[in-house]
Nanobody, 122 residues
Framework: QVQLVESGGGLVQAGGSLRLSCQASGSILRIGDMFWYRQAPGKQRELVAAITASSSTNYADSVKGRFTISRDNAKKTVYLQMNSLKPEDTAVYYC????????????????WGQGTQVTVSS
């Protein structure tokens, strides 16, 4: 069983910063790509940032230059540093990771966290 647990969400004023964390635990052989998604009320879930196992990164245009994704492989943790936050960044943020576990070691499986609320006030 693999679990992803996010933390670090909250309420912040526009222009402020937050740092989200997502730690993986359980029966893990290897973690591949890791992602941050977000879903605002009434909207579809969208990809915010991605990081490969070798730490190559990619960002949605709406967050480029403001958000930074990083990872600590020893801690099985992915981070999202969010600066210059805007009201339109308000959403539930979810982490996602591709994981190989002992039950099927040759296959990558995608796992989701439970989400953490980020609210940016104007």
């Amino acid at each position: 069983q693999v679990q992803l647990v996010e933390s670090g969400g909250g309420l912040v004023q526009a222009g402020g910063s937050l740092r989200l964390s997502c730690q993986a635990s359980g029966s893990i052989l290897r973690i591949g790509d890791m992602f941050w998604y977000r879903q605002a009320p009434g909207k579809q879930r969208e990809l915010v940032a991605a990081i490969t196992a070798s730490s190559s990164t990619n960002y949605a245009d709406s967050v480029k230059g403001r958000f930074t994704i990083s990872r600590d492989n020893a801690k099985k943790t992915v981070y999202l540093q969010m600066n210059s936050l805007k009201p339109e960044d308000t959403a539930v943020y979810y982490c996602n990771a591709d994981v190989r576990d002992p039950s099927d070691p040759g296959r990558w499986k995608g796992y989701w966290g439970q989400g953490t609320q980020v609210t940016v006030s104007s």
